[in-house]
């Protein structure tokens, strides 16, 4: 449901020193933020170069949301059988979330990307894999090559 602005405030942590306007424009930035995209944790930084758009790029990944548990892996590509996975970086070949993402990665670089659900598989989910309609899923992408 609908939560008082003060209580919203309090959870995102704004000062109270802020003016309302500020307040009012960082609440907006944070439901965007919350309510649709991606968030980038940095793990490891790479060599600066960044794919343009339509290049095939290679990944290492692991993906987790499994049954809507962010801890439960569904797929990696580090696991015993598994290859890197190449795509067309920007070309809607993949989800949102990883085109957008991937595509200000640079080699050698590696990073959690946290995708919101309409960033991920959306309504469908994917029911092959586990990932159930709506799901926020977790992704551990390194960039390994662009060609």
């Known amino acids: ?3 008082p602005a003060r209580e919203v405030m309090s959870m ?11 307040r009012r424009q960082r609440l907006a930035i944070s ?4 309510n649709m995209g991606f968030t980038k944790t940095l793990i490891k930084e790479g060599n600066g170069v960044r794919p343009q758009r339509g ?26 059988g598994q290859e890197p996975f190449t795509f067309a970086v920007g070309n809607g070949q993949v989800i949102k979330g990883w085109d957008e993402s991937v595509i200000e990665m640079s080699i050698g670089e590696r990073a959690k990307i ?18 159930q309609p709506n799901s926020e899923l977790i992704f ?3 960039v390994l090559s662009y060609s």
């Open 1 to 3: 449901g609908i939560q």
């Open 12 to 22: 995102l942590r704004v000062p109270a020193a802020l003016s309302f306007t500020a």
């Open 31 to 34: 439901f965007i933020r919350r």
């Open 55 to 80: 290049q095939n790029v290679t990944v290492h990944c692991t993906g987790y949301g499994k049954n809507g548990d962010l801890n439960v892996k569904f797929w990696s590509t580090r696991d015993p």
């Open 114 to 131: 946290h995708c919101t659900p309409d960033y991920a598989y959306g309504p469908g989910g994917f029911p092959a894999w586990g990932i």
């Open 140 to 142: 551990d992408i390194e």
